[in-house]
């Protein structure tokens, strides 16, 4: 853990356990995330800080940028595949959030 409790320093990579949408055509339980990015294209980077942290900035960035897409590197069964998960766009929060704000109602 770090300083604040909150980090794990060592964590790279995020065990998929439940799969369901919007990434359940993508992703299946036992699948290891080791990378995210919010794009359409291009070679996803592995995870070089806490992957949760990263996985939801990426996930937060993917639903509020024209590309409306999650980007991950994905281990499976012994491959490693670069993989598209599609995002609804939802926006940025509102100043008001979470009230009033279409993204987090």
């Known amino acids: 853990m770090g300083a604040d409790g909150l980090q794990t320093a060592q964590s790279r990579q995020i065990l998929v356990t439940v799969a369901s949408t919007p990434g359940n055509a993508v992703l299946a339980v036992d699948d290891v995330i080791l990378g995210a990015m919010a794009a359409d294209s291009g070679e996803v980077p592995l995870f070089t800080s806490d992957a949760r942290k990263t996985f939801g900035t990426a996930i937060g960035e993917g639903e509020k940028t024209g590309a409306g897409t999650l980007r991950v590197k994905r281990w499976r069964a012994g491959t490693t595949t670069d993989e598209n998960i599609p ?3 939802m ?3 509102s100043a008001t959030a979470p009230y009033s704000c279409p ?3």
């Open 91 to 93: 926006g940025e929060y």
């Open 87 to 89: 995002m609804t766009i």
């Open 103 to 105: 993204k987090s109602g």
